[in-house]
């Protein structure tokens, strides 16, 4: 079995939350799936695109970095990045962990997504704008230490696509935050086995 889950911002990327006392959102408050486990994670500030599944090798596939499994991210960041700032990103930048995998990276345009809550908080004075950024590997809050290497911090990120799986192509209220969706079996294929 493999979900889909759109991830809302806030909500922890595990089933449970021991550190406070359960007083975080997690998992549990929306996927009721029993021995499902997510495939890698997602920020808690994060939004998006997660995926879940009971298939201990299909969870390796997606998770693992060895497999270097394509994500794509929308990136509102402050600021007006310059193609010098695309560049580097696209050459890989160098973080407290070493440098980065070169990275897929360009402006789009404001994506038509669903309202975030709680919002960003809108400056007047500071511009802002979009990127798609496709990372190969996925070392922790790599995306926004990426955008923040190259002078432009990271005000909203949403996971877009993971490999083959994807929110693309449904409407913000068709694929609101907190809905899942199980894959058609032949959406996916387990390591090893004939399509």
Known sequence: MLILFNKPYGVLSQFSDRSTGGARATLSDWITVPRVYPAGRLDRDSEGLLLLTDDGALQARIA????????????????????????????????????????EARRIDPPALWPRDPPVRFRKSVPDCWLELTIREGRNRQ??????????????????????????????????PGEWREAPPHVYKRPGAAR
């Open 64 to 103: 693992d970095p060895r497999f270097k499994l394509a994500k794509t991210y929308l990136v509102q960041v402050e600021g007006e990045p310059a193609e010098a700032a695309l560049a580097a990103l696209r050459r890989g930048v160098d973080l407290a962990d070493g440098r980065t995998r070169p990275a």
């Open 143 to 176: 995306v926004r230490r990426m955008t923040a290497a190259v002078g432009h911090p990271t005000l909203r990120l949403v996971r877009w696509r993971v490999g083959e799986w994807t929110l693309a192509g449904l409407s913000p209220g068709e694929w609101a």
